[in-house]
């Protein structure tokens, strides 16, 4: 069983207040089975259970996190172990920005995990970043819930949920439009300021289209510099990409801005992910800013 199979096995980690707690509910309501708080050493005995048997479940998602004190150190042995029985987990990453985490502890009135007499709270999630970033960098799959409400969560999930149990061989591209009004998307690794391209918004025409149109993307690539610019780009991805692939990297996320996130990051994010997997690459593809004003 791997995570191809009918049955995934998919980890839900992440910083405290970041929505753990959220996104395995949102889980639970999609018919997975749910546990939270497992040690890592445990992982795969659970698994085993549901080897083999007649299901009622989609899969089975497990939440860990620094509570389990074994968990950083216990990662590693843990993905070996179930490696050898066939098993491939997928790693699903929460974070969020360090004002945001303070203002939902102040909220909630709950310690972290790491809080103590000498250290307090900004500095035990400091600390909680600086040891789960091996954890993140290994991430299948992260999302920066700063900006998101529990129901902006919850769509997420159900949007994003077969990116997990979806894997293929090669690198893995997940192409994001964005606007740099509402915040730029920290889960990027590679960030496109497209502001200097001929913008719809000022049309009155156009201006209730989105990217996604036909006219919008007509407008915005389909005259200088536009044309330029989207020959040019997409010339240099497929330079880079197969650099990233070759060095190691299995997963790389592309972040398209503009000013509103509607018109031209979300045309040009249509383009790069209709070439990319034109030429084979396994993409998905993301407008997260798209139905914002």
């Known amino acids: 069983m791997d995570s191809t199979d ?3 096995v998919i980890i839900v980690s992440g910083l405290s207040g970041a929505g753990k707690s959220t996104v395995l509910k949102v889980f639970e309501d999609l018919r997975f089975f749910c546990v939270d708080g497992l040690p890592a050493s445990m992982l795969p005995r659970l698994v085993k259970l549901f080897t083999g048997r007649d299901r009622m479940y989609r899969g089975l998602v497990l939440g860990m996190d620094l509570r389990q004190m074994d968990f950083v150190d216990q990662w590693e042995h843990t993905c070996a172990e179930l490696t050898e029985e066939g098993i491939t987990p997928s790693l699903l990453f929460l974070e969020c920005r360090l004002p945001e985490l303070v203002r939902r502890f102040a909220t909630t009135r709950r310690p972290h995990p790491l809080e103590s007499k000498k250290l307090g709270l900004e500095q035990a ?3 909680e970043k600086e040891l789960l970033t091996p954890l993140r960098e290994e991430a299948d799959l992260v999302i920066d819930t700063t ?3 529990i129901h902006d969560l919850r769509r997420s999930i159900q949007d994003k949920w077969s990116e997990l149990t979806e894997k293929s061989s090669g690198l893995r591209v997940h192409v994001m439009s964005f606007g740099f009004k509402h915040d730029v998307p920290t889960e990027a690794d590679m960030v496109m300021d497209l502001r200097f391209l001929p913008n719809p918004y000022f049309d009155i025409e156009l201006r209730p289209l989105s990217g996604k149109d036909s006219a ?10 536009g044309s330029i610019f989207i020959e040019k780009y997409l010339d240099f991805l497929q330079y880079i990409l197969p650099l990233y692939e070759d060095e190691g990297r299995y997963r790389l996320t592309i972040a398209v801005g503009c000013t509103g996130g509607r018109h031209r990051s979300v045309a040009v994010a249509e383009r790069v992910f209709a070439t990319l997997k034109d030429n084979g690459y396994s993409a998905t593809l993301e407008h997260k800013h798209i139905h914002l004003t």
């Open 125 to 127: 999630l400091e600390e």
């Open 147 to 149: 900006t998101y409400s």
């Open 216 to 225: 919008i993307s007509k407008y915005v690539l389909g005259s200088e510099p």
């Open 6 to 8: 009918s049955f995934p």
